[in-house]
């Protein structure tokens, strides 16, 4: 069974993590997901629609506040929005789209239904969708019969139509899906009701500019690039609408606002409008006053006239440029979610240089910004909509997951590091390593120490009589010995060199812990080395202590590639030719002259008189703990003796 530790650092554990999370956040989370598409979405509509050029086959003939304040509040007399069509007729418009209904009977019925005749005209028409009391006023026109309408396209259970006197126009309805946030993204392409299928006002006007009835049909899609179903016409040869499973246009903002040719009714009723002006242009009749009560939500602003919906829509259709979301794209974002997880996880493996560190996170960068980048050059060119927040979550997540995990696994491996240089140098030389850069710098300094050097004695010929496994297994017995008795009394062991054993104390002058040390090290390496010493053939081994206390050269020193970290300095030397007295003398602790100083106020110390150690040209005088001098050593000799280190 995999440990804890193994699955965390199994490469294929942050995949799976990342891959639960996606997929629980995707199925529970689904709506908010869509909304933070939506609106991120509604970003991306506002920077295409930026480069758009100006609309002239489309033009919105705007009920505005000046056109109020002209001609009085909206509703209008019929006769003057007779006037106002007429006029539109004299300016040589191609089709008038009149985004107003007109349900009840009115003065001027007669005068309006006659400017209808003059030139192409559509009407609106509302379907009320999920209203809580039904209505229905003035009567429904254009309906097509639509043996699927029930299952593919929404059920209306209301409607405004227009007055009876007014039906020699054709109608399209004028009822948007109204996102939870409040904004128009979508639009029904057709609304059923009581049995008969109406299209959107755009359709309808695409039709009546043919000269053809709104008969529209649905082919369903084929290839995974194409969407769930197509609106065709047999008299439209050529024009395939895309609608969603549930019968909606995703409706298109490739126009910016600025872009949208917008003409005053005052203007038009004044006649101030250039003649020839609006010369076989569709006119989209809106209002935009205050009041009016046809003010939506759009990506593009959070306050505009509805007429604005159906000319974007409807320029769209006379381009062919409908976006939808093709069939394929749970497979699509399967596949990009696959080729983002094998990138990140190579990446997660990079070994050297900066790669090691910066891959993962340069690749789930560069991976977010193709996520972006592809969506929104799928969109502009291909008409493509494709989900991008799931991959975008999935990149996210594991590239947390292993940006998390490298962190941990780079933080393990230099404490790894770091306990490994610990069991070769000082903790403190190991920290400082750990920490810097090497170099060929020199780092030196001086320091006030105590130096305990310890030696096994007689090692050498043990290790050249003993197999190879048994003298290792000695001297790693001596090494452990020292190094725990020499901690628990708050020494440091510097160096291990050959079989002995460097130590030091960085405490205040006559810290007695460095005698215990000694005085335990020798005692317990008695019990330790004694049954060894009946080995025919070799010396006895035994362990001699020189300590001394002085300045000593603590640095690292040699080129970047290979560094040494040691102590140097007369007091250093004392310790090693102490050390080598201990046997000619039968010692097994010999002190130097500046640790008995130190000692004496506290300790019984014996001096041994004075000897002319190695590469000294004057003698030194030795010493040894009074509870530790054996009864040969008693008399200090007169005479300095010459002994070799």
Not at 100 to 112: M, N, Y
Not at 387 to 399: E, K
Request: net charge negative; aromatic share 6%.
């Amino acid at each position: 069974m995999m440990t804890t530790e193994a699955l965390f650092k199994n490469r294929l554990t942050p995949l799976l993590v990342a891959t639960a999370l996606t997929l629980t956040v995707s199925v529970f989370w689904a709506e908010p997901f869509s909304g933070i598409e939506a609106v991120i979405g509604d970003q991306l509509w506002q920077l295409i629609g930026t480069s758009a050029n100006r609309e002239r086959r489309v033009v919105v003939i705007d009920i505005d506040e000046a056109s109020v304040a002209r001609y009085g509040a909206w509703p209008w007399p019929r006769e003057r929005t007779a006037e106002l069509l007429n006029r539109l007729s004299d300016q040589g418009v191609e089709q008038r789209i009149i985004d107003i209904a007109f349900p009840e009977a009115k003065s001027g019925d007669d005068q309006l239904a006659a400017a209808l005749l003059k030139t192409p005209t559509v009407l609106a028409q509302i379907l009320a969708l999920n209203v809580g009391q039904a209505v229905h006023r003035g009567e429904l026109q254009a309906g097509i019969s639509l043996d699927s309408c029930s299952k593919q396209f929404p059920v209306a259970n209301g409607a405004i139509g227009n007055t009876t006197a007014l039906h020699a126009a054709s109608a399209g309805h004028i009822t948007p899906q109204i996102n939870v946030d409040g904004v128009i993204r979508q639009l029904p392409a057709i609304i059923c009701y009581q049995n008969k299928a109406y299209v959107t006002l755009a359709l309808a006007a695409l039709a009546e500019g043919a000269g053809v009835a709104p008969d529209f049909g649905i082919a369903p899609g084929t290839t995974w690039l194409e969407p769930a179903a197509y609106l065709r016409h047999p008299g439209l040869p050529g024009l395939s609408v895309p609608i969603d499973a549930h019968g909606d246009i995703l409706l298109p903002w490739w126009l910016s606002r600025s872009g949208m040719i917008s003409i005053s009714a005052k203007d038009v009723l004044d006649g101030t409008v250039p003649t020839g002006y609006l010369q076989g242009a569709w006119a989209l009749l809106g209002a935009s006053a205050f009041g009016v009560g046809d003010t939506v939500s759009t990506p593009q602003a959070s306050a505009v006239s509805g007429v604005e919906v159906h000319a974007q829509l409807l320029t769209a259709l006379l381009d062919g440029r409908i976006p939808f979301q093709p069939r394929g794209a749970l497979g699509l974002q399967i596949g990009w979610i696959a080729l983002s997880a094998l990138l990140l996880v190579v990446a997660s493996r990079f070994k050297a240089g900066i790669l090691r560190v910066y891959g993962p996170v340069l690749i789930g960068l560069l991976l977010l910004s193709a996520t972006a980048a592809l969506h929104a050059l799928l969109l502009y060119f291909a008409s493509l909509w494709l989900p991008w927040v799931a991959p975008m979550f999935f990149i996210i997540t594991l590239l947390g997951l292993l940006t998390t995990q490298g962190y941990l696994g780079s933080r393990a491996e230099g404490a790894l590091l770091y306990r490994n240089l610990s069991s070769y140098l000082p903790t403190h030389v190991a920290k400082q390593i750990a920490r810097q850069e090497p170099g060929s710098t020199l780092n030196a300094h001086h320091e006030q120490v105590v130096v305990l050097y310890a030696d096994l004695r007689n090692f050498s010929a043990w290790c050249d009589q003993l197999p190879a496994e048994q003298a290792g297994a000695l001297l790693h017995s001596f090494y452990t010995l020292a190094d725990k008795i020499i901690h628990q009394q708050g020494g440091v062991v510097e160096e291990y060199v050959g079989d002995a054993v460097m130590a030091v104390w960085r405490s205040a002058p006559g810290d007695l812990r460095p005698l215990h040390a000694a005085q335990s090290l020798v005692l317990k390496g008695e019990q330790l080395f004694g049954a060894e010493t009946g080995v025919d053939s070799l010396p006895p081994l035994a362990i001699g202590i020189g300590i001394e206390q002085g300045e000593v050269l603590v640095g690292a020193f040699g080129p970047a590639r290979r560094r040494t970290h040691t102590l140097l300095g007369r007091t250093v030397t004392t310790a090693i030719r102490l050390q080598a007295m201990t046997g000619e003398l039968s010692e097994p602790i010999v002190c130097g002259e500046n640790i008995a100083k130190a000692w004496q106020q506290t300790v019984a110390i014996i001096s041994l008189g004075k000897f002319l150690l190695l590469d000294r040209p004057q003698p030194t005088e030795l010493f040894v703990p009074g509870d530790m001098i054996t009864s040969s050593c008693n008399t200090p000799l007169t005479e300095p003796m010459v002994v070799g280190g």
